[in-house]
């Protein structure tokens, strides 16, 4: 049989779920025995922005539940944060499009309000998930009265090589996007690369959430250990001006030796601006200790010894 490449934008359709009867994914049998692994088949670095691999693709379906898999890729070396990883997401949960060069954002802007049936999930759960040793463990989100909970996303790097200038580092939940999310009690640690084979960001690039256009959601009790920030939120379209976090709320996370907690692109002329309106930030604890990379005499160094 010849493969077939399925992508985000293909036109593919699958059957969804019903809020009685929710299409499940999840794992069975021997309790004993070991979970299954999910990986990308290609074990290549990726060289280059081109085709990208996330294990599950999931867009236009609603009323999906994926429960207690394992998306954990093992066929190179944890410490190894210099070259690209093998696999670009675990789950793409929701697809987007933007053109920031033409400035219309075709596919989520002009369905900003609703979604885009075709490539947003509606009603979707992520739970109880493992995530690591890859770029992302949630590669693209674009989702609606969804939830991502429970979740462990461990130790990401970068996409792609390009040679140092700019790389596309990694983190635990990338290109949120969406409306009346829950992102809560998640486990992100070691979200953090080098910057490619040609030099080194000292473990800087990276991030645990990366926000394009989030509204009307809660980002609550997730803790975040050793990655080089907690949050960040910014647009692909600088004529996009409707893009950024209406009505969010950050509250009861734990962020640990985590560089910086929330960078906002507020300022004109940022590539990545974006409108910041109404977030509510409360209750979070934020610790920069000894055992932090990213401060005071540790700097630049891996003191969780993952990566020497």
Request: charged share 15%; with cysteine; proline share 4%.
């Amino acid at each position: 049989v010849s493969p077939v490449t399925i992508g985000p934008f293909d036109d593919l359709t699958a059957p969804s779920g019903t809020p009685d009867e929710p299409i499940v994914f999840s794992n069975y049998g021997d309790p004993n025995l070991p979970l299954p692994n999910l990986i990308f088949p290609t074990a290549s670095y990726r060289q280059y922005k081109g085709p990208r691999g996330w294990v599950l693709e999931f867009a236009g379906v609603s009323n999906i539940i994926v429960d207690g898999l394992q998306f954990n890729d093992f066929r190179f070396p944890y410490s190894d944060k210099s070259n690209p990883a093998f696999t670009h997401g675990g789950v793409l949960m929701g697809s987007y499009n933007n053109s920031k060069i033409v400035g219309n954002d075709t596919i989520w802007g002009t369905n900003r309000d609703n979604g885009n049936r075709t490539s947003s999930v509606f009603n979707f759960t992520l739970r109880n998930c493992n995530f690591s040793n890859m770029s992302f463990g949630i590669g693209s989100v674009s989702a609606f009265d969804s939830k991502i909970t429970r979740n462990t996303f461990t130790n990401f790097k970068s996409t792609i090589d390009t040679f140092g200038v700019n790389d596309v580092l990694g983190g635990g939940i990338e290109a949120l996007n969406g409306k009346r999310l829950e992102i809560s009690y998640n486990y992100i640690r070691g979200a953090w690369a080098k910057s490619g084979r040609k030099s080194s960001t000292q473990g800087m690039g990276g991030i645990g959430m990366d926000v394009f256009n989030l509204q009307d959601s809660k980002i609550i009790y997730n803790t975040i250990v050793d990655c080089s920030g907690f949050l960040e939120a910014g647009s692909l379209d600088l004529i996009d001006t409707l893009s950024g976090m209406y009505n969010d709320t950050i509250a009861y996370n734990k962020i640990i030796n985590s560089y910086h907690v929330l960078t906002l692109h507020t300022r004109c002329g940022d590539p990545f601006l974006a409108k910041q309106y109404n977030l509510r930030f409360w209750n979070n604890v934020c610790i920069e200790n000894n055992f932090s990379r990213f401060s005071g005499i540790n700097f630049g160094v891996d003191i969780y010894r993952d990566w020497e």
